[in-house]
T-cell receptor, first 117, second 111 residues
Framework: ETGVTQTPRHLVMGMTNKKSLKCEQHLGHNAMYWYKQSAKKPLELMFVYNFKEQTENNSVPSRFSPECPNSSHLFLHLHTLQPEDSALYLC????????????????FGPGTRLTVT | TQLLEQSPQFLSIQEGENLTVYCNSSSVFSSLQWYRQEPGEGPVLLVTVVTGGEVKKLKRLTFQFGDARKDSSLHITAAQPGDTGLYLCARHGAGSYQLTFGKGTKLSVIP
């Protein structure tokens, strides 16, 4: 257990569905992240929230919509996805004190395996 | 883009053998982290190295950070089937808390 939980673990959805992924961290961290992991590609950073404020959106299509209601919870709302969006979606958190490199260590959840049909 | 190159991409060895995997970049790291990811799970942090020349040991795993802080290696002694997984290195640049990941080395240890 890393202190980061994700639900659901597996999700199959049609291209016209709307679904949401949920992430919760129990580590008291300040920053939370969404990553996409596809076969044969490195982990791709999608969104970053630092103290509940979105600080990064790495050119992610608008069919992915993040939400961070507080520093412990992060959602990824999905709408009108494409088959190429099928991947493992990982959530992570970190402490982020600027003076301490180790506080940038990220702790990952188990991921949601998403299949778009 | 500050890329991280990991090698080899795939490695299949017999139980009991030793192995080394590498992580290289053309630019200097502020710090470097190694993660292991098992199938169907998220990456799990193994170690963070910060100082050039630093060596850290975690049971049978030895991590080394290059003197110039542009490369790192992970050496596993007497590999076991439980070491099977994807080994990822990640760096963050100066002034940034975002990590850049390499593509990873996929290790299979055959009993």
């Amino acid at each position: 257990e890393t202190g980061v939980t994700q639900t659901p673990r597996h999700l199959v959805m049609g291209m016209t569905n709307k679904k949401s992924l949920k992430c919760e961290q129990h580590l008291g961290h300040n920053a939370m992240y969404w990553y996409k992991q596809s076969a044969k590609k490195p982990l791709e950073l999608m969104f970053v929230y630092n103290f509940k404020e979105q600080t990064e959106n790495n050119s992610v299509p608008s069919r992915f919509s993040p939400e961070c209601p507080n520093s412990s919870h992060l959602f990824l709302h999905l709408h009108t996805l494409q088959p190429e969006d099928s991947a493992l979606y990982l959530c992570a958190s970190s402490q982020n004190y600027q003076t301490d490199s180790r506080s940038y260590e990220q702790y990952f959840g188990p991921g949601t395996r998403l299949t778009v049909t | 883009t500050q890329l991280l190159e990991q090698s080899p991409q795939f490695l299949s060895i017999q139980e009991g053998e030793n192995l080394t995997v590498y992580c290289n970049s053309s630019s200097v790291f502020s710090s470097l982290q190694w993660y292991r990811q098992e199938p169907g799970e998220g990456p799990v942090l193994l170690v963070t190295v910060v100082t050039g020349g630093e060596v850290k040991k975690l049971k049978r795993l030895t991590f080394q950070f290059g003197d110039a802080r542009k490369d790192s290696s992970l050496h596993i002694t007497a590999a076991q089937p439980g070491d099977t997984g994807l080994y990822l290195c990640a760096r963050h640049g100066a002034g940034s808390y975002q990590l850049t990941f390499g593509k990873g080395t996929k290790l299979s240890v055959i009993p």
